[in-house]
């Protein structure tokens, strides 16, 4: 297992995951919310991510069905994790965000099909 620590921009909110297996599965998602924030994902369970500081700085952003829960810093905005809308047992984490990790090494990136999913759901 490979635990990792993680900060949004300013540094008022800071988390920790357990990887059990690194950096593995990771992707993007087409849906209208993370294609405009164009992150890097990778999911963890639920016990897996605590934040450690500042999850009084964290807002949260729901839309459509209310599912799925995007948590970003009040403060500079930066999009740290979300539970998952697709499996609400996980949370999506924002690999830029975790320290010694630079996403434009990050080759072959997969991307999700959540804007077929929003299409299914809001009709």
């Known amino acids: 297992m ?3 620590t993680g900060t949004c921009h300013c540094g008022k909110v800071a988390f920790q995951v357990e990887l059990d297996n690194g950096l593995e599965e990771l992707r993007r998602c087409n849906c209208s919310l993370c294609s405009r924030k164009g992150a ?3 999911s963890v ?6 934040v450690t500081k500042g999850a009084d700085n964290l807002s949260l952003y729901q839309w459509n069905t209310n599912t799925a829960k995007h948590y970003f810093c ?10 998952r809308r697709s499996n609400p ?3 999506g984490v924002n690999v830029a965000c975790l320290e010694g990790v630079n996403p434009f090494d990050l ?3 997969a991307t ?6 929003s299409l299914v759901e809001e009709a």
């Open 107 to 109: 080759k072959d990136i």
């Open 40 to 42: 890097i994902i990778a």
């Open 45 to 50: 369970p639920l016990d897996k991510l605590t």
């Open 112 to 117: 999700a099909n959540g804007a077929s999913q």
């Open 74 to 83: 009040k403060t500079c905005g930066i999009y740290t994790h979300h539970q």
């Open 2 to 4: 490979e635990i990792k």
């Open 89 to 91: 047992a996980l949370y």
